[in-house]
């Protein structure tokens, strides 16, 4: 099947002709659309406190996306408190590490980050198990499987419920009319069950940007064929770039 149309799981950027979109479309002759599959929102002061949550008590944070940042920090900045410089951060990637340095000085901290899977964050929290855990995350956890591993591995931890995920209604949507889909993030994998209960795959081409979004598709049942960052492709664009030159020219021979 060739692909012809490409959905984008996220909002359209501000200037598309000078984006890696507007590149591939005019490589390859293909349409591309954007549709963000939730809305994330931070939850206000009172719902936060319902946690008791006391910020003094943690010795080590865990990060598993910029959300979380963004949303932790917010909190704290309305509070008007923050950490001790002997808290250590522990953050799924180095993308969400380097974000820190939005929030804290990041050469007075200890950081450390991950290559983007959930085993190898918690194998570098294991080392650290003496300490006790603050892990800010969605009111909703189901698409998050660190939570189970750190069960597992019985660390200390508690979540922090900083941000809440509003799926969006999908349903205008021709969700077949597309050969290829892409998604950046889990909440993405679980907004396409939710509007598309009965959704088959069949030959869709799936693309996922992150090992979080990998294992979220398996866990649903659907066949990832794009995957970034690898060695080979450290952009979900030049693995997309590469599926289609190989593809799209096979089926012109044919």
């Known amino acids: 099947m060739k692909v012809q149309n490409i959905l984008f799981s996220q909002n359209p950027p501000g200037n598309l002709e000078k984006t890696p979109y507007a590149q591939l479309s005019k490589?390859?002759?293909?349409?591309i659309d954007f549709y963000k599959f939730f809305q994330i929102e931070g939850v206000d002061i009172e719902q936060f406190k319902k946690n008791k949550i006391n910020i003094s008590e943690y010795s080590a944070v865990v990060f598993t996306s910029k959300n979380a940042v963004n949303h932790l920090y917010g909190i704290l900045k309305e509070l008007n408190i923050g950490f001790s410089v002997e808290v250590?951060?522990?953050c799924i990637n180095q993308s969400v590490a380097f974000y820190l340095k939005n929030f804290v000085t990041y050469r007075k901290r200890k950081i450390y980050y991950g290559n983007g899977k959930a085993e190898d964050l918690v194998r570098m929290i294991e080392r650290n198990r003496d300490r006790k855990f603050l892990l800010?995350?969605?009111v909703d956890t189901s698409v998050n499987p660190l939570l189970s591993l750190l069960d597992e591995k019985e660390i200390d931890y508690e979540k922090a419920e900083v941000f809440q995920i509003k799926m969006a209604d999908l349903r205008h949507i021709d969700i077949n009319a597309y050969e290829m889909i892409v998604f950046f993030s889990p909440f993405g994998i679980q907004s396409l069950q939710a509007n598309f209960p009965k959704y088959k795959q069949n030959e869709t081409v799936i693309g996922a940007l992150g090992h979080q979004v990998l294992e979220a598709a398996k866990e649903a049942g659907i066949k990832v064929?794009?995957?970034a960052p690898t060695k080979e492709h450290p952009s979900i664009f030049t693995a997309i770039d590469e599926y289609l030159q190989i593809s799209n020219s096979s089926?012109?021979?044919k």
Not at 27 to 31: A, E
């Open 225 to 227: 064929t794009l995957t």
């Open 136 to 138: 800010p995350c969605s």
């Open 88 to 90: 250590k951060f522990f």
């Open 251 to 253: 089926k012109k021979q």
């Open 27 to 31: 490589k390859h002759g293909v349409n």
